[in-house]
């Protein structure tokens, strides 16, 4: 049907009332609210605003954090309103701020063109001009003859530029997005230009500019994260119809759901969320991290879903140059300068920047007058394309062809996975993408240090003067020492108690009662009693463990506590608090959404397939958790009871360890056997009943069975018809071994087939080192780690090993029998 031209003076009476509405407030505030739109010649200046309708999002201008410089963005009106600070989704003049002296003469003005501007007004020999700053891409609007324009934000965060006489989009900012992905957005690649809608990170916490890291839709539908516009270091995989391949946390449930759509030119990302899902934020982080957030009303905070890449120390470039980086740190602290470097730029690190990296304390004297100092446990597989490789057969020739240059910063020797191939690693220049890695899982990075340094002078320059003042005053410093010791006991002894347990909530039993509606939801049970769902007052999640058979008395019961408390890691079960009232006693961890890793590998309640990927990162995330118990605690924590029950899952799927507390804390020199089994049938090492002493390779047995499971998806011990037990590791190693079939023949049927039979391969290998009967031939935790993580080569075990008569199908009835009555006394 066709339509009849507004006239010229309806359309000046539509401009007047549209004048007219615009300048209403909504709310009573400190700032002007506008409403939605703001029509051809009117502008915003100061403090006004524009709302969405339903009052969702707010644009305006906005200085970040303690940053003296404005801009004009968009952000959560409903959050900005509780928090008190506002969460940006677009900014328009990321790259171009306002100054402060600026912005009393600065407008966001739409044309009568429909051109959308960010200008101020310079004062110039008793007249002003306007300049320019910032246009809505002004050369690439399509005019439309004879009409109106207005702009208008929506609800769902776009700003659109609109035509009045046909409702035509002249520009929106949906097709020009800064760090965030909105619902209704398209985010996607474009066929006929090669090109991509990229998102990219902020500078920094208070610099929106633009940041190191971005992320854009490939040809082939997959999201690829990357790192200074060039070095691509992480990809989402494509899209199986449900979610990414890597991001099966796509699937999380809630009120959103994501869709990939491919069209005549190309392809694109879109999501949704219904009319009550709260604040829901996809953003590209400073931290190079792609993150999912949603607003929780009752914390008044955002609660992240799902973070990419996870941990951190995947992000390429995380630490900036000379510096290195270590997951098992917290915060800013992640991050830390090499030996002999500082802090480039100290201000930018306070602020999470830390892409300016390190630089040298002193100066080098480039002569063999340097020295190094050694870095353990270096994970170099992200840094060796950038060294020098030389074939040397000594340690010595490695280090002083290092000290003959003076740009080499750092060298490390080492061998290839087949103790072969002998290389001298060196390193010229910058150093970027370093990484500490947990246990004896990395290898040793020597960085040089200047001869002058404080430290070396010491080991070098002895002369007599300084010895005589050095040992006055270690004589005075010893004295002073002691007399600090004693002060320091005697203060703590009436301090530690209201001390020791301050990172931990003592919860009331009545609280708790409440919380668990009188613990009727039961999750599961064991060994050290039931675990109960729970929710707190602010809606949190929580598990409540009722624990049974605890007799120590209050004071000692919350000093063990305390040492559990003091364990974290990212594949650990958090512990929230504790209660202790006369003899009750319950422990309160994080609620794990996903349940136990036991309910989806034997497919309990009809619970989910876990595919291959989702199966080799629980076995790496619990190898970690393992290898951090074991080697980085203060005392060695033996497990004790390692089986999918005890392997619970988060809303990502990412593996914890749960009851690891309650296992008996053991010296790392403890050698005496213990007087029974403890453990589940199943997964209990052989020296639970051959009297040999108990140490952490009794974890490293349990790890390999369960190992087994996850490959297979069953039970390894299954009592047949004929009274003997059916040993699943014995009947996969003859496949695989004895018949030569491929290892996808040993895998669950529910994957019909679909794995990495690299991946497989390997986990197949370290499951068969991990239950050899002598515990020397099974590998550390720490060792499973670098196999798993493909940083060390590993072979089959002896050829004969599933033969063993502890593995023999003739004697695996009586050793059933033998470790079911251990474990019961």
Request: with cysteine.
């Amino acid at each position: 049907m066709n339509s009849k031209p507004i006239p010229a003076a309806m359309l000046s009476v539509i401009a007047l009332i549209f004048s007219i509405l615009s300048f209403v407030p909504h709310h009573s505030c400190s700032a002007t609210s506008f409403a939605d739109t703001m029509l051809a010649g009117q502008s915003l200046t100061g403090n006004r605003t524009l709302v969405s309708k339903g009052g969702k999002f707010e644009l305006g201008f906005f200085t970040p954090g303690n940053s003296q410089k404005y801009y004009i963005g968009i952000w959560f009106k409903q959050v900005a309103s509780v928090q008190k600070k506002k969460t940006i989704v677009w900014v328009a003049n990321r790259n171009k701020p306002i100054s402060t002296t600026d912005l009393s003469s600065s407008e966001f003005k739409l044309l009568e063109d429909g051109q959308l501007v960010l200008f101020f007004m310079r004062a110039m020999n008793n007249y002003s001009s306007e300049v320019p700053i910032w246009s809505a891409n002004s050369t690439t609007l399509k005019r439309v003859l004879d009409s109106s324009f207005k702009v208008v934000l929506h609800d769902n965060g776009n700003l659109v530029v609109l035509s009045l006489s046909n409702g035509s989009i002249m520009w929106q900012s949906f097709d020009h997005p800064t760090n965030s992905f909105l619902p209704g957005a398209k985010v996607g690649y474009n066929n006929v230009t090669n090109t991509s809608q990229i998102l990219t990170s902020w500078r920094n916490s208070e610099d929106p500019s633009e940041g190191f890291y971005s992320v854009k839709v490939e040809p082939d539908g997959s999201i690829s994260f990357i790192w200074n516009r060039l070095q691509k270091f992480y990809n989402s995989g494509v899209w199986n119809g449900h979610y990414l391949s890597n991001f099966p946390e796509m699937q999380s449930g809630l009120q959103f759901s994501y869709d990939y759509r491919t069209y005549a030119n190309g392809s694109y990302f879109i999501y949704s969320v219904s009319d009550e899902t709260p604040p829901l934020h996809i953003f590209i982080d400073v931290s190079g991290q792609l993150k999912t957030a949603i607003w929780q009303s009752n914390t008044q905070d955002w609660i992240l879903v799902w973070t990419k890449p996870m941990p951190l120390c995947q992000v390429y470039g995380i630490c900036g140059a000379l510096s290195i980086c270590n997951d098992s740190n917290i915060g800013p602290s992640i991050c830390q300068c090499l030996p002999g470097f500082e802090k480039h730029n100290p201000k930018d690190w306070d602020l999470l920047d830390y892409s300016s990296g390190c630089v040298r304390n002193t100066s080098l004297w480039c002569g063999d007058k340097d020295d190094f100092q050694v870095m353990p446990n270096t994970d170099l597989s992200q840094i060796i394309t950038s060294a020098n490789v030389l074939v040397v057969d000594d340690a010595k020739k490695c280090k002083s062809t290092c000290l003959q240059n003076c740009s080499c910063n750092a060298y490390a020797y080492t061998t290839g996975g087949n103790n072969k191939n002998i290389r001298c690693l060196l390193w010229y220049g910058s150093i970027v993408n370093l990484k500490q890695v947990v246990g004896d899982t990395g290898v040793d990075l020597y960085i040089r240090l200047a001869a002058s340094e404080d430290h070396l002078l010491g080991s070098r320059k002895k002369f007599s003067t300084i010895a005589i003042v050095g040992a006055v005053l270690s004589g005075l410093t010893i004295f002073g020492g002691i007399a600090l010791v004693f002060l320091h006991r005697h203060s703590k002894r009436r301090s530690s108690e209201t001390q020791k347990y301050a990172f931990l909530t003592a919860f009331r039993f009545k609280d708790l009662k409440i919380a668990t509606k009188n613990f009727s939801d039961e999750l599961g049970s064991g060994g050290f009693g039931s675990v109960f769902k729970g929710m707190l007052p602010d809606s949190t999640a929580i598990a409540v463990k009722k624990l049974e058979g605890v007799t120590q008395e209050e004071k000692q019961f919350r000093r063990e506590v305390s040492t559990i408390g003091l364990i974290h890691h990212v594949n650990l079960v958090r512990l929230r608090g504790f209660c202790s009232e006369g003899a009750k006693r319950m422990l309160v961890y994080d609620f794990m959404p996903n349940g136990s890793l036991e309910k989806h590998l034997f497919r309990q309640n009809n619970s989910k397939i876990l595919n291959w990927p989702q199966r080799y990162q629980i076995a790496l995330g619990t190898a970690r958790g393992l290898a951090y118990l074991h080697d980085e605690c203060r005392d060695c924590i033996i497990h004790c009871d390692i089986k999918p029950e005890n392997i619970l899952l988060d809303a990502d799927f990412s593996p914890k360890i749960a009851d690891f507390g309650l296992a008996k804390l053991l010296g790392r020199e403890f050698s005496r056997v213990l007087t029974f089994a403890r453990g589940t049938v199943g997964y209990l090492a052989p020296e639970w009943t051959t009297g040999v002493s108990i140490t952490s390779k009794v974890d490293v047995y349990s790890y390999g069975m369960m190992l087994f499971e996850l490959i297979s998806g069953r039970t390894n011990l299954k009592q047949v018809n004929d009274g003997r037990v059916w040993f699943f590791p014995t009947w996969a190693a003859k496949k695989v071994l004895s018949e030569g079939q491929s290892v996808l023949s040993i895998l669950d049927d529910n994957l019909d087939g679909v794995a990495s039979i690299e991946e497989l391969d390997r986990a197949f290998k370290v499951a068969s080192w991990c239950i050899q009967e002598d515990e020397t031939q099974r590998p550390s935790m720490g060792r499973v780690v670098q196999i798993l993580e493909g940083l060390l080569d590993v072979n089959h075990p002896p050829n004969d090993w599933y033969l063993h008569p502890l593995m023999a199908s003739e004697e695996t009835s009586g050793f059933f029998s033998k470790i079911t009555s251990k474990a019961t006394e």
